[in-house]
């Protein structure tokens, strides 16, 4: 454990020298922060409510996320248990099947 | 105290300051991921209970799902990013309450609860178990959650986009009023919708 | 000790640039660098040097200069047949011969050289700290005043108004494709943007990566590409680049001058086949009557690449303009369309529109922006929008503006 | 005391690794387009460039998150490196769930390329960042299924297991298909060529259009060093990991490791980049199924024979 005291003593040298090369830089002045629009300017801050066009597709993906958490430990077990596993997982992948192909007949995977 | 004590300490104050963080920034994408933050000292935490399989699960879970709920927050909350400070919290006297019985609730489940006395053996197949589990005795729980998942998915579908195989969700539709019968508010969903672009 | 062991290693560094293109420029200097001594930079953050090649417009000089100071230090400017006044302050300044069409091939190549031996030497005595970097050329101001003003000091008021940090906050209208309410972002893109054609200004309003209205602010600058196979090649060569294949838009540059290490034409060819360049782009995209969709106008660059003749094209239909291709469209989309078009279809698409400048009178950029009247199809949409919002956002929404008058 | 001697060669494998990496990536793709061979000092002197350049803010960015971005992204490409095996019992964190760790690891790099191209408070990284989410996204759908089939013949989710259970057959042959998956998310997560949303030529560099100097080579260091971790993955999952005759274990790793660097770089540079929206609809209604079926053939496969 005495690793750590010097461990942040280096990571201290380091920022200092990096510092140190950066020392003569100046800040940023107002119009090198301009935003990069090819010599544009734009109207108002770019934070804004952004409009993701996928996002039933976060939704569908949240669903889809925690059905697959279930199949890890299923993996652990699939060779001991043979068929029943594999029945289980042939259930699964239909739910997640199914899943998809009514997203995709509702058109959730194009852009909003 | 050990090297254990002192990490779970240090997860501890991370998992509680980053918490309380969550509430007290302007922007909604960091206190998204400062949510991020804590539910990764718990999941870590959890990995020092002896339980990796779980731990490491909600780290990865929550990683997407903070993910997903910070678009939606930016998505739709006035003022995302925090340009303009603001308060976080609404309705003091009813959150105040409310933390303080949550709190006493908690506490008190810790304290009633009997937690096994003696430690799991480091060498315990806990993810197997877990196996074991899903498919033995927990089959049924296992089965419903699947379905009930699916169902999540397909309400979620309906629910939130509004260009499906039958036109738009909102054809027809009136918004509800202020007032019961009152002149509905909000966007009028204009009839025929133009020059809707098909992509 | 240490830094000057940097700027050793850093005079060895590929030269940066960002360009500024100018009239007639274009081709010439897509041929500079095939050198892998330069590095044509995609945002002027990344570049070292500025380098501003041919003839430009009055009204481009702002943008130049905005440009120049969005470099970082060190940075340096080269002019390269250009004329831009005192723009750009006491710039280097290169003259060569204006136009490739006026002189012979070699004299043209051995031009070439000479400014790429100047960039390099450029680049040499700004690392190793012999040249200062350009100061700003614009003021540190920035666009609002903002500092110590509102009841937090950033500039700002209540949830959306004032202008926090200097700019004001976006505002909500009705989407395109879906009429969710959300943020309109309205920006002015190019001149210079390494993406768009040369020259081309577009007002654009965006909800987020979808194009919502277009509008023309300044035409491309003109160039001397005609439609033989280099310059259908270097055309290739920049659809290549949007598609994501790098490598092939450099060996179709290669390809353009002829040089020994260029691969054989069916080579390439067969390449763009099989990387899937047709299928990464969508049927019917920016289709405008009689000049086929984006996949077919890709398709007759790649047949012209191969020197078969250029398909002949009906002429244009009055209508078709930039402002009615591009709203609608995704950004990656809309710049595979905007890159399909060669350079004479392209001008007649972004002609300025008479009677479409009327609001531009009055209109301050730099404070806030609301009701920006595009006399697009889509503005009857948006009006109704606001116009039924009675709840707390369109309150503050009407704050704001009272905030401004 | 293996712990110790698997940290340091942790770091050999990873310096070895990242200079390979940056010639690689420096040197294939001008190669390929048929330029002059450049040398191999040009990735040093473009590093010692990119330090001596001055780093610019934007207009009220999140500088914090802004700065802690290149950090996670860097950091995680360390930890999923740490839980690959260099031989039998060297690994730097022994885990027991190996593939979530690394799972963890894909996921939290979306949220690290989300950070950086969301803090510029600039409208081209902020495009850029978001159509990444959107892609990233299923495409860690798929390496999660993918890696869940090379777990099922090792009946565990550990790396180790995973490696010493392909002693008799390479999992690349059980599912083929699985390493052209998992290949496209170590594109996808090392940000590279069909599926660079992130920093592309038609956002002017997207995420990475308004940071500069410092920044950049921070961006760089990430990507690159992320570009090894998925190759070892790739090698420890499909290849056999250490598996081989003659050479140390770490050796084999090493050069496996390399060989699907080449062949990831390279990959990046032959095929185009769809539309964001096309390639979300290609991984969730083509590829997934795909895996699936991965998935089924590998358990059909385990029953009858295994």
């Known amino acids: ?53 996928y996002y039933s597709m976060t939704l569908l993906f949240i669903a889809f996320e925690m059905e697959m958490m279930f199949m890890y430990p299923w993996a652990v077990v699939f060779v001991e248990e043979g068929g029943m596993a594999m029945m289980e997982m042939g259930m699964f992948l239909a739910i997640l099947s199914i899943g998809i192909v009514y997203a995709w007949r509702e058109g959730v995977f194009r852009w909003q | 105290m050990g090297l254990t004590d002192l990490l779970f300490l240090a997860l501890s104050a991370v998992a509680i300051l980053s918490g309380w963080r969550v509430f007290a920034t302007d922007s909604m994408v960091r206190a998204s991921f400062l949510l991020l933050l804590s539910f990764v000292a718990v999941g870590l935490i959890i990995v020092m209970l002896a339980a990796p399989y779980i731990g490491v699960a909600t780290v990865f879970m929550m990683a997407v799902e903070m993910m997903v709920m910070a678009l939606f927050m930016v998505m739709f909350m006035m003022n995302p990013a925090g340009l303009n400070p603001m308060m976080m919290v609404h309705q003091h006297r009813f959150s105040i309450v409310a933390g303080v019985l949550a709190f006493a609730g908690l506490t008190a489940a810790i304290l009633f ?87 | 000790m240490a830094v000057s062991v940097l700027s050793n290693w850093a005079g060895e560094a590929p030269v940066a640039v960002f360009v500024a293109i100018g009239e007639g420029m274009r081709d010439r200097l897509e041929r500079l660098f095939n050198d892998a001594r330069f ?4 945002s002027p953050r990344h570049a070292a040097i500025f380098l501003i090649a041919g003839r430009m417009r009055l009204e481009d000089r702002e943008d130049l200069r905005r440009l120049h100071d969005q470099m970082p230090h060190p940075r340096v400017t080269l002019l390269w047949n250009a004329e831009v006044g005192e723009a750009l302050g006491d710039a280097e300044v290169f003259t060569g011969s204006t136009l490739e069409v006026d002189i012979e091939a070699s004299e043209a190549g051995r031009s ?44 700002g008021q209540g949830m959306m108004g004032g202008t926090p940090y200097g700019r004001p906050m976006a505002m909500t209208s009705d989407d395109l494709r879906d009429g969710l309410a959300l943020d309109l972002y309205t920006a002015r893109f190019g001149p210079f943007l390494p993406m768009f054609p040369p020259g081309l200004l577009l007002e654009m309003t965006l909800q987020g990566d979808v194009i919502q209205s277009v509008k023309v602010v300044r035409p491309p600058l003109s160039q001397a590409g005609g439609n033989d196979v280099p310059a259908a090649l270097l055309r290739l060569a920049r659809l290549l680049d949007v598609l994501g294949l790098p490598v092939l838009g450099q060996r179709a540059r290669l390809a353009a001058v002829g040089g020994a290490t260029s691969v054989p034409l069916e080579k390439l060819s067969r390449a763009i086949h099989w990387a899937g360049a047709t299928l990464a782009i969508p049927r019917g995209l920016g ?16 047949s012209v690449a191969n020197g078969f003749s250029p398909a002949m094209w009906p002429g244009l239909t009055r209508s078709a303009h930039l402002s009615s291709i591009l709203p609608g469209l995704e950004w990656s989309e809309a710049m595979l369309v905007l890159n399909s078009f060669d350079d004479e279809t392209l001008s007649t698409l972004a002609a300025i529109v008479e009677g479409a400048d009327e609001d531009r009178d009055g209109h301050d950029h730099d404070s806030g922006h609301m009701h920006h009247d595009h006399g697009g199809p889509h503005d009857h949409d948006r009006h109704q929008g606001h116009g039924g919002r009675g709840s707390h956002l369109g309150n503050d929404y009407h704050g704001r503006h009272g905030g401004h008058a | 005391m293996m712990e110790l001697i698997a940290a340091l060669l942790l770091l050999l494998f990873l310096s070895v690794g990242f200079a390979g990496a940056a010639l690689v990536d420096g040197m294939l793709p001008a190669f390929l387009a048929g330029q002059s061979r450049p040398s191999w000092r040009r990735p040093i002197a473009d590093a010692a460039r990119l330090l001596q350049t001055q780093r610019i803010r934007t207009e009220a960015p999140d500088a914090l998150l802004w700065f802690l971005a290149p950090v996670l992204y860097l950091a995680l490409a360390i930890i999923g490196l740490a839980v690959i095996p260099f031989g039998p019992g060297l690994v730097t964190i022994p885990s027991e769930v190996g593939i979530v760790v690394w799972g963890s690891c894909e996921a939290l790099t979306i949220v690290a390329v989300f950070m950086f191209g969301w803090s510029a408070n600039a409208p081209l990284p ?31 989710l550990g790396f180790t297991e995973i490696v010493e259970a392909q002693r008799r057959v390479w999992n690349v042959v059980r599912q083929p ?29 997207g995420t990475t259009a308004d940071v500069s100097g410092p920044m950049v080579l921070a961006w760089k260091i990430a990507r690159l060093t992320m570009l090894v971790s998925v190759s070892a993955v790739t090698a420890t999952a499909f290849l056999g990991g ?16 390399a060989l699907i660097l080449v062949v990831l770089v390279g990959a990046g540079n032959f095929f185009a980049r769809m539309p964001p929206a096309r390639m979300m609809s290609v991984i969730w209604t083509m590829l997934l199924p795909l895996s699936f079926l991965m998935l089924l053939a590998v358990g059909v496969e385990l029953l009858l024979w295994g």
Not at chain 3, 39 to 42: E, K, L, N
Not at chain 4, 243 to 254: D, I
Request: negative net charge; aromatic residues 8%; charged residues 15%.
């Open chain 4, 242 to 257: 250490y598996l081989g005759p003659l050479l140390p274990g770490f050796v084999w790793l090493l050069l496996k490791t």
């Open chain 3, 112 to 155: 070439d050289d000479a400014v790429r031996d100047r960039l390099e030497k450029l680049w040499q005595e700004l690392a190793s700290g012999e040249r200062s970097s350009e100061p700003d050329l614009l003021h540190d101001e920035p666009p609002n005043s903002w500092e110590g003003i509102g009841p937090h000091g950033q500039g």
């Open chain 3, 287 to 302: 289709a405008v009557e009689g000049y086929g969709d984006t996949r077919t106008r890709f398709a007759n660059l790649v």
């Open chain 3, 39 to 42: 590095v044509r930079a995609a």
């Open chain 2, 113 to 199: 609860t009997s937690f096994p006395k003696i430690p799991v053996d480091p060498s315990t197949p806990v993810v197997h178990d877990l196996g074991i589990e899903l498919l033995g005795p927990s089959m049924l729980i296992f089965e419903t959650a699947g379905v009930t998942l699916l169902a999540t998915m397909i309400g979620s579908v309906i629910l939130s986009s509004r260009s499906g195989r039958f036109g738009m969700a909102d054809q027809g539709s009136r918004p509800p009023g202020l007032e019961p019968d009152g002149e509905p508010a909000g966007r009028q969903p204009e009839a025929g919708n133009g020059h809707h672009h098909h992509h």
């Open chain 1, 1 to 53: 454990m005495e690793i750590v005291p010097w461990v942040f003593l280096i990571g201290i040298l380091s920022v200092l020298c990096i510092r140190g090369v950066h020392g003569v830089r100046h800040s940023a002045t107002a119009p090198q922060q301009l935003p990069f629009l090819g010599g544009g300017t734009p109207d108002t801050h770019a934070w804004q409510r952004y409009h993701i066009r």
């Open chain 4, 126 to 156: 902020l495009i850029g960042a978001y159509r990444y989410v959107a892609i990233a996204l299923p495409a860690m759908l798929l390496s999660m299924f993918v890696l869940i089939g090379a777990a099922l013949p090792a009946e565990s």
């Open chain 4, 177 to 205: 298909a699985g390493l052209i998956l998992f290949l496209m998310l170590g594109l996808a997560i090392s940000l590279r060529g069909p599926f660079d949303y992130a920093d592309p030529a038609d956002l002017a560099g």
